[in-house]
């Protein structure tokens, strides 16, 4: 069989605090968010939308970054970009509501941050903001919601932030063992014991 490792856009992707003043190109910004369009998503019906907001595009850049909470606003704003991701909650088929809404745009987050890995630039994904203040700046209807926010940039050098970010910066975040996630059915005793 043919030797197969896990893919070093996926074991190598963490969320940085430290984001470069190296502006983020505009064509690779572009492409990692292209790479979300070819994630599946139930009826094909593709409910993700994304707006962005460049850091040198400083009045959006702005309200982007107020749409934050304090704790995420402090590192974020320096990064690249900022991305609101979007979901469109009620089926175009069916015009009821899509349960599988959220669970495809995390399909197309996926793609995202392995497009980004690949591209050699970090994002960090927050759910640290207002639905509200984004609600309103953008004027959604119920079909819409907004779903995550993401700093979007070059990694950057952490010794420029404060002590307390840099430390996080440092840190990698712990993964759960193997033999906690995933399961082989037992027949004799299907009954799942999770933690
Ligand atoms: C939906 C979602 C919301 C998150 N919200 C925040 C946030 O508001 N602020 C923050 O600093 N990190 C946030 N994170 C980042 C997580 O804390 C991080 O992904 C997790 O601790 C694992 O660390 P890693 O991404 O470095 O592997 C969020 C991640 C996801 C997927």
């Excluded at 704790?71 to 974020?76: D, K």
């Excluded at 004027?139 to 932030?161: C, E, F, R």
Aim: glycine share 6%.
């Amino acid at each position: 069989m043919a030797k197969c490792d896990l893919h070093p856009n996926i074991r190598d992707r963490w969320s940085p605090y430290s984001f470069s003043e190296r502006p983020l190109d505009p064509q690779k910004l572009k492409l990692v968010l292209e790479a979300a369009i070819y994630a599946p998503s139930s009826f094909n019906e593709q409910p993700w939308h994304y707006v962005y907001a460049e850091r040198d595009d400083v009045e959006s850049f702005r309200t982007f970054v107020s749409f934050l909470d304090e704790g995420n606003q402090v590192w974020a704003s320096q990064a690249g970009a900022l991305v609101v991701s979007f979901a469109r909650v009620k089926s175009n088929f069916t015009k009821k509501e899509n349960f599988y809404a959220l669970h495809d745009c995390g399909i197309a987050l996926g793609n995202i941050l392995n497009q980004a890995t690949s591209c050699g630039l970090d994002v960090h994904v927050m759910g640290g903001f207002s639905r509200q203040k984004v609600r309103s700046y953008f004027k959604l209807g119920d079909d819409v919601m907004p779903v995550a926010m993401m700093a979007m940039g070059n990694y950057g050098d952490n010794s420029q932030i404060p002590g307390e970010l840099a430390e996080r910066d440092m840190k990698r975040k712990k993964r759960k063992p193997v033999e906690e996630v995933i399961f082989r059915n037992n027949p004799a005793n299907p009954a799942l014991n999770l933690v």
